[in-house]
């Protein structure tokens, strides 16, 4: 069994910068392909960023792209999500999830690929 916990969520003006992180409990965190996901009020929620397992594999969606960075420090079971020049539409409940798989440099990104959840943490965005 694995936990997420997030941190790093608030409230910051368009243009501003907030780090995400999530620390995990366990200790096979190197095994898991972590992912941040989003939704925001009366919207699915959504894949916004994705690492592998070594850390050397990134994938983002486009909306992002340019602005968030995801990392890992698998010492310290922690991914982060570095989230630059916020717009009021990145408004949402942030999650971060994992995913057990075998491969070093698989990054997942689909909802199904992820067998852990944490509880969310708010960012909000104002203009």
């Known amino acids: 069994q694995v936990q997420l916990v997030e941190s790093g969520g608030g409230l910051v003006q368009a243009g501003g910068s907030l780090r995400l992180a999530c620390a995990a409990s366990?200790?096979?965190?190197?095994?898991?392909?972590m992912g941040w996901f989003r939704q925001a009020p009366g919207k699915e929620r959504e894949f916004v960023a994705a690492i592998s397992r070594s850390g050397g594999s990134t994938y983002y969606v486009d909306s992002v792209k340019g602005r968030f960075t995801i990392s890992r420090d698998n010492a310290k079971n922690t991914v982060y999500l570095q989230m630059k020049s916020l717009k009021p539409e990145d408004t949402a409940v942030y999650y971060c999830?994992?995913?057990?798989?075998?491969?070093?440099?698989?990054?997942?990104?689909?909802?199904?690929?992820?067998?852990?959840w944490g509880q969310g943490t708010q960012v909000t965005v104002s203009s």
């Open positions: 999830a994992g995913g057990f798989t075998r491969l070093q440099d698989i990054v997942l990104v689909t909802f199904a690929q992820y067998d852990y």
């Open positions: 366990g200790r096979t965190f190197s095994s898991y392909g």
